[in-house]
């Protein structure tokens, strides 16, 4: 098995400046990139209100219809002041290991002759869900986000198109060869 793709489905439990996250889903994606934090892409620094922005997105569970956090100013005020007792780079770093252990696609080599995706990247992955593997609407902005792209990637496959997914033995010696 990919190590990849078991952790795409094996979680942990992530608390946050004492506040508990639910799975990461492509609901929750959507509505980070809506709002435009630095959380949608995963890059750049973030900033208190991002921090903030993201606790209260994914402390909801991420359901459909998408719906952006109703945070009045006493719950802003009450996770900003978790985020400071915690301090900005800690609760960040949390965040990001949020992120990053629910956000894990396989890994793939690049295709002769592919093209860069136009629409946002969780509506991309949910349309490829719906279409191809038949779910509904809800089900598909309702699934974890990693799981969701080796979906994705196993329906194209099965679906006769041809899918480079990096092995582990490929992944190993890329590292080795300080690739990575």
């Not at 609901?27 to 973030?46: E, M, Q, V």
């Not at 894990?104 to 990247?121: E, F, I, Y």
């Not at 490829?128 to 609407?137: A, D, E, K, S, V």
Request: with cysteine; hydrophobic share 45%; aromatic share 12%.
């Amino acid at each position: 098995m990919n190590d990849k793709f078991a952790e795409s489905i094996f979680h942990r439990r992530h608390v946050v400046c004492g506040i508990r996250l639910h799975p990461f889903t492509f609901a929750h994606a959507a509505a980070l990139d809506f709002a435009g934090s630095p959380y949608a892409s995963l890059t750049g620094a973030a900033t208190l209100d991002d921090v903030v922005f993201a606790l209260a997105v994914c402390r909801a569970p991420g359901a459909f219809p998408i719906q952006l956090p109703k945070v009045g100013f006493f719950k802003t005020r009450i996770i900003a002041k978790a985020v400071y007792r915690a301090g900005l780079s800690e609760a960040h770093a949390a965040l990001m290991a949020y992120f990053d252990d629910y956000n894990c696609p396989p890994d793939m080599w690049q295709q002769k002759g592919s093209r860069a995706v136009r629409v946002p990247w969780p509506l991309y992955f949910v349309a490829c869900l719906i279409r191809n593997g038949r779910m509904t609407q809800k089900q598909a902005w309702e699934t974890e986000v990693g799981y969701g792209r080796w979906m994705c990637a196993a329906l194209a496959e099965a679906g006769g198109n041809e899918i480079a997914v990096i092995s582990d033995a490929e992944r190993e010696a890329m590292k080795e060869a300080g690739y990575g």
